[in-house]
């Protein structure tokens, strides 16, 4: 084994000494699922007031509504107590700032591959897409309709989030 991961490692001993989540449910304690993006720049739990526990949290590049992420809403909404769903794009995302071009360009130029046959999903249209998804959760057969959903955009910039649908 390489020493790669040591530093994660010996952070999370410590993070063991003091470990108090023993025992826990796993359930979403404040009801709440959310969808967002993995931009290291986003703290989904901290930006909501919520702490471990709390919330069930889903991200991708875009913090999109995709398969993977309907099956873990369904699941979140039937077996976790999830009652609220948030789905939060951000501000000056890598996915809006690209066509799907030029990322498959800027993966090409690194890797020396042609990078045309992987899709990255940019989101060229980015109120567009957080309202469709938004529509794609709420429209889904297995979601009921007393599940309050909710499309947002955060602010990398300022930490405020606003609500567009
Ligand atoms: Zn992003």
């Known amino acids: 084994m390489s020493a790669d991961f040591d530093d994660l490692l010996a952070a999370n001993r410590e993070f063991a000494d003091h470990f108090e989540l023993s025992g826990f449910d796993g359930v979403a304690h404040a009801g709440v699922a959310i969808v967002t993006c993995m931009d290291s720049r986003i703290d989904p739990l901290r930006m909501l007031g919520l702490k471990p526990g709390d919330a069930k949290i889903f991200r991708n590049p875009g913090g999109r509504v995709t398969e993977a992420a309907l099956e873990a809403l369904v699941l979140g909404v039937h077996l976790l107590k999830v009652d609220r769903i948030l789905v939060i794009p951000h501000t000056r995302c890598a996915m809006t700032a690209n066509t799907e071009e030029q990322l498959q360009d800027k993966i090409g130029e690194l890797t020396g591959q042609d990078v045309s046959w992987h899709a990255f999903h940019v989101v060229e ?3 567009g897409s957080l309202k469709r998804d938004v529509h794609k959760v709420k429209s889904h057969p297995l979601i009921p309709e007393n599940i309050s959903v909710g499309g ?14």
């Open 152 to 165: 947002f955009i955060y602010d990398v910039d300022s930490g405020l989030i606003s609500q567009v649908v």
């Open 125 to 127: 249209d980015q109120v």
